[in-house]
């Protein structure tokens, strides 16, 4: 088989992959989220392992403590939560109801100095037409809103399943996928993928520590500044972070906006802001460098183009495979660079060629 063929057959798998991805990503989101549990706690798991001499148990106890701190985190802020954002949603519908009743007024006076006809205008039916429709958009939202739970509800008993095995299995499904690379190029993917392994490991490890650190320090300091709503607020920027700047822009927009309809002063406003810039400042300078560092060779234009295209196409699922797709292609492209540096096309051929 020549270089074309073999090449239009990897491009063919990709795309076959790409699609199945794409066909089957509501069924697959439990699968890779356990991937990317295991991933993260699979460091902990061989330390464990070294000591326990079984990986199996090594794998039951950090699961089990892991389950264990998620759910008791679960149990302490739920409630908080779900009480601020029943408050938050309450706020948003005063607020809309008063942009409706100052707006209303305005817009008819505007009419009658404009002098535009009554049948131009806007009248009850028209209003009363996308009421009801509004409320069937509502309760079809509803509707999805309830199946939302079903599915949320088999992602949290499945994906512990998938991460269990995956997590117990890895050396296996390494050794496994080793023996069915090319022989001739088994140590060049091994080389590639290590490379990919180190900056996803230092990326995704650390940001993860980032967002927490991040969300504890948003949702202390926004409470202790009065905002109502800053524990919610807080844990909704930790989240964000993951997306880099965008994460915390969106964030300061909206606790701005919270703040501007809860204190209608300035100093208020001003110690908000001061925080998400002590934030940004801690974040960029601090802990970024420290937990995440330079090393990991994924630019944040990258990695926010990456997560914006992955949700786009996949969803949530698109999400949990940005950050991989992102250093993959990085560590693909950085070797392609290299390799065309080295090729007589750069260098060139004649005598007077650099």
């Known amino acids: 088989m020549t270089a074309g063929w073999r090449t239009l057959s990897w491009l063919g798998l990709l795309l076959v992959a790409i699609g199945l991805l794409w066909l089957l990503s509501p069924v697959l989101l439990p699968f890779f989220l356990g991937m990317a549990i295991a991933y993260v706690l699979d460091p902990a798991v061989v330390r464990l392992e070294k000591w326990s001499r079984n990986r199996t148990l090594a794998t039951l106890i950090i699961l089990l403590v892991f389950v264990v701190v998620v759910a008791g985190a679960m149990a302490l802020l739920v409630p908080v939560l779900e009480r601020q954002l029943v408050g938050l949603v309450q706020k948003l519908v005063e607020a809309s109801t008063e942009a409706y009743d100052w707006a209303v007024p305005y817009v008819q006076r505007q009419l009658r100095e404009a002098r535009v006809p009554t049948s131009a205008a806007p009248n009850a039916g028209d209003i009363a037409g996308k009421a009801v429709a509004w ?3 509502a309760a079809a939202g509803l509707w999805s809103g309830g199946l939302a739970v079903f599915n ?8 512990p399943i998938i991460t269990f095995y995956i997590l117990r299995d890895w050396p296996r499904f390494v050794e496994r996928i080793d023996s069915w690379l090319p022989r001739d190029h088994a140590p060049l993917i091994r080389r590639l993928a290590h490379k990919v392994d180190l900056r996803l490991a230092g990326f995704v490890r650390g940001q993860a520590l980032v967002c927490l650190l991040m969300g504890l320090f948003y949702a202390i300091a926004l409470t202790a500044a009065g905002l109502s709503y800053g524990l919610l607020m807080g844990l909704l920027i930790g989240l964000l972070v993951f997306i880099p700047v965008l994460g915390a822009a969106i964030g300061a927009v909206i606790s701005l ?3 501007a309809a809860q204190f209608h002063a300035w100093v208020p406003l001003a110690i908000i ?17 420290k937990l995440v560092g330079e090393r990991i060779g994924l630019h944040p234009a990258w990695l926010l183009l990456a997560l914006l295209a992955g949700g786009a196409l996949f969803g949530f699922l698109g999400l949990l495979l940005a950050a991989p797709a992102a250093a993959t292609i990085g560590v693909l492209a950085h070797f392609a660079l290299e390799r065309y540096l080295d090729s007589p096309l750069y260098r060139g051929r004649g005598k007077g060629a650099a």
């Open 273 to 289: 802001a001061a925080i998400f810039l002590v934030g940004q400042f801690i974040e960029a300078y601090v802990l970024s460098p």
């Open 257 to 259: 906006a919270i703040a």
């Open 135 to 137: 409320a069937g958009g």
């Open 152 to 159: 949320v509800l088999s992602l949290l008993v499945i994906t």
